[in-house]
């Protein structure tokens, strides 16, 4: 099938990383222009396979280039509703194929092709016709199928901008429903080839963190492959409705993250939030010395006011890890009505990138746009603070609060010292919200020892008195 295909293709090379070193040319990413879109198309000429614009031996080793994938399909029972999750497969297959590696999704893609691949005589139109045979294994309701590859920039610049618009027709069909006129809430398990813990909510108020799958895309995939890994989760009992925790969400999560997961809410990023694998587009991070949340997005290549970029952030939250203070979610959720309501919603956000903002008017609430900084107005903590309280940011009130009881804490203990907030954080200090242990033993008098084993230890407010 793959005969005439100078590499390998198969599942296994999934986890295929291309570093630099070993790395031909990139394709589309952060310092490019990209997508991937999958369309049903009545005339679609099927096994047509064709690259436009410069193949892989135009191109020059080391360099990057604008790239995209047109998948076009047909087949008799393929609904236009379906595009969504088809097109989620891309990435999936894209790295069955040895020597070429996909990261994220949508007009985030981000591609690399090796060295070796180049030696064994790889082209992109081998990609081409890989995707094809590959989608139609994984879908027999795909009939008839033609991948075009297109590296030329006008071409690309076109592509990406009606791509753009697709996606947020889809995107804003979703926007349509509430959790609340539904009795079915969707699970998706597609990530957890690398995530092997992770299980995405997709709810109408909550888009998959990945931001292409909505509501929507699920109940079309989970009537086409009811035992596929997109599936029905029936809601159930509400158990928290602000926080969106449902009984049976907890349930099923708890089968398919073989119990590494028991319980989550779907609108906080305290106690139990939604894991995230790894491909989620924005990552929201609590900020103990605001008690506001901050979010930054994939796009943004600068560093949060914690000091840490979105890289840092991902890695410590990603691979289908619980981790309190963090979540990773879409750009799409930010304008659900439902965007973390247990948490203030808009309220709570103190920082944001400014791309993020602009995309986002008409969504965050007029009273409260201007008083969230970005990195134009803020770039460390301490400077967040200030402009928080320059324009009155709701938050302030919540770090009185903050203030007054660290404050009482300090009376209760010792009442004649008053130590302000300020002394009590560092504001530049990077946020480490967990800190894991491998193995520690402290000693304690009286010859008794406490011994941690893969310890995290999680601190909400550390409290630190003058002697
Ligand atoms: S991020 Fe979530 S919804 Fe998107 S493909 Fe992965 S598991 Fe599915
Ligand atoms: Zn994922």
């Given at each position: 099938m793959f005969s005439d295909i100078p590499v390998d293709?198969?599942?296994?090379?999934?986890?295929?990383?291309?570093?630099?070193?070993?790395?031909?040319?990139?394709?589309?990413?952060?310092?490019?222009?990209?997508?991937?879109?999958?369309?049903?198309?009545?005339?679609?000429?099927?096994?047509?396979?064709?690259?436009?614009?410069?193949?892989?031996?135009?191109?020059?080793?080391?360099?990057?280039?604008?790239?995209?994938?047109k998948i076009n399909i047909k087949g008799e029972k393929l609904e236009k509703e379906l595009e969504g999750v088809i097109e989620r497969r891309n990435h999936d297959l894209c790295n069955y194929v040895q020597g070429f590696m996909h990261l994220n999704q949508r007009d985030q893609i981000w591609c690399r092709v090796s060295t070796e691949a180049i030696d064994a005589g790889f082209k992109l139109v081998?990609?081409?016709?890989?995707?094809g045979i590959l989608f139609k294994e994984e879908f027999p309701i795909i009939e008839e199928i033609s991948v075009t590859i297109l590296t030329q920039k006008e071409e690309v610049n076109d592509f990406v901008a009606n791509a753009k618009e697709i996606y947020s027709l889809r995107d804003e069909r979703a926007r349509e429903l509430s959790d609340e006129d539904v009795d079915v809430f969707y699970g998706c398990t597609m990530c957890q080839s690398f995530a092997p813990t992770h299980m995405c909510v997709v709810t109408p108020d909550r888009t998959a963190l990945c931001g292409a799958i909505n509501w929507f895309d699920c109940r079309a995939s989970a009537k086409m492959d009811p035992d596929g890994s997109i599936f029905e989760i029936e809601k159930g009992e509400v158990l928290e409705d602000v926080k969106g925790e449902y009984a049976n969400v907890n349930n099923i999560i708890s089968q398919k993250t073989q119990g590494e997961t028991e319980k989550v809410y779907l609108h906080s990023v305290f106690e139990y939030p939604h894991t995230s694998c790894g491909c989620f587009e924005a990552v929201a991070f609590y900020i103990p010395e605001l008690d506001g949340i901050g979010i930054v997005n994939r796009d943004f290549g600068g560093e949060t006011p914690l000091g840490i970029p979105f890289s840092s952030m991902a890695?410590?939250?990603?691979?289908?890890?619980?981790?309190?203070?963090?979540?990773?979610?879409?750009?799409?959720?930010m304008k659900s009505p439902k965007f973390l309501q247990a948490d203030g919603a808009y309220e709570r956000i103190v920082w944001l990138p400014s791309e993020v903002k602009q995309s986002l008017e008409g969504f965050i609430p007029e009273d409260i746009f201007d008083k969230i900084p970005t990195e134009e107005d803020a770039t460390n903590i301490s400077d967040v603070k200030s402009y928080l309280l320059e324009k009155n940011h709701p938050i302030l009130e919540r770090i009185d609060k903050l203030s007054d009881d660290v404050e009482d804490e300090l009376h209760e203990e010792e009442p004649s010292e008053k130590v302000p907030i300020a002394e009590v954080t560092e504001p530049n200090q990077e946020f480490i919200p967990a800190a894991s242990i491998p193995e520690m033993t402290m000693p304690i008098s009286g010859g008794v020892k406490i011994i941690f084993k893969n310890a995290k230890i999680y601190a909400e407010k550390v409290i630190i008195k003058k002697k």
């Open positions: 293709v198969s599942p296994m090379h999934e986890g295929e990383r291309i570093r630099a070193a070993n790395m031909y040319v990139e394709l589309a990413g952060p310092k490019s222009i990209g997508a991937e879109l999958v369309q049903v198309d009545e005339s679609v000429e099927d096994g047509k396979y064709e690259v436009i614009g410069p193949e892989l031996a135009e191109m020059t080793k080391g360099e990057i280039y604008p790239f995209c994938i081998d990609l081409a016709k890989a995707i890695g410590q939250c990603s691979g289908g890890k619980q981790v309190e203070g963090f979540t990773g979610l879409s750009l799409e959720y």
